[in-house]
């Protein structure tokens, strides 16, 4: 899977917006951007995903830049329950299957 | 709760053992993945299947394999157990096999620990 360039670590305050950014240079027209989170002693969730526009569901929004190159997780009004490690991943066209590559995530601290 | 079950929840063993672990998708996904988190490797893709047929293989020992049966229950079974095999095993499911649109949903994973 192609590449993605993440922060190790952000802070936010309680009830304040988060942005959290991905850099992926090397992405491809056909690649999508799938954002996972994985909460202390849980295992990984889905979060987000987006081909070429902006997206919005329950969770979070997703805004991709013009050229692809980056795109940036936007939780609305972080709780301390957000806390937990994000990963931004490329999914490719691979005919060898559908495994998600985790890089090293972000892990996102909230202070009450 | 993401639908997908995952036995045992904790298993502790010795140097040289075999064990077992076990996977139950949720409803209606035909694929399974296994991943392997340990503190110094983070994440990573073992093996899939899809609909019984193994699909993908990551970086998965030798000494490790796995099946999924006809009833969509996958095991992952460990053996000659090192110091180094102790982590955290995941277990996801998906419908597909090749959508890059498609979701993955992880159990709560299994801890083991070899001493």
């Known amino acids: 899977d192609a590449k993605t360039t993440q922060p190790n670590s952000m802070e936010s305050n309680e009830e304040e917006p988060v942005h959290l950014p991905c850099n992926h240079s090397t992405i491809s027209g056909t690649d999508y951007i799938h954002w996972y989170r994985q909460l202390p002693s849980q295992g990984p969730e889905y979060v987000i995903h987006g081909l070429t526009s902006n997206v919005n569901n329950r969770m979070a929004s997703l805004a991709i830049a013009e050229d692809r190159k980056s795109s940036t997780l936007i939780l609305h009004r972080a709780t301390l329950r957000d806390a937990a490690v994000y990963y931004c991943?490329?999914?490719?066209?691979?005919?060898?299957?559908?495994?998600?590559?985790f890089g090293g995530g972000t892990r996102l601290m909230v202070k009450p | 709760d993401s639908g997908v079950t995952q036995t045992p929840k904790h298993l502790i063993t010795a140097t040289g053992q075999r064990v077992t672990l076990r996977c139950s998708p949720r409803?209606?996904?035909?694929?399974v993945y296994w991943y392997q988190q340990s503190l110094d490797q983070g994440l990573q893709f073992l093996i899939q299947y899809y609909n019984g047929e193994e699909r993908a293989k990551g970086n998965i020992l030798e000494r490790f394999s796995a099946q999924q049966f006809p009833d969509l229950h996958s095991e992952l079974n460990l053996s000659s157990l090192e110091l180094g095999d102790s982590a955290l095993y995941f277990c996801?499911?998906?419908?597909?096999?090749?959508?890059?649109?498609?979701?993955?949903?992880f159990g709560p994973g299994t801890r083991l620990t070899v001493l």
């Open positions: 409803s209606g996904d035909l694929s």
């Open positions: 996801a499911s998906s419908y597909s096999t090749q959508g890059r649109a498609d979701t993955q949903y």
């Open positions: 991943i490329l999914r490719v066209l691979n005919n060898a299957g559908n495994m998600l590559t």
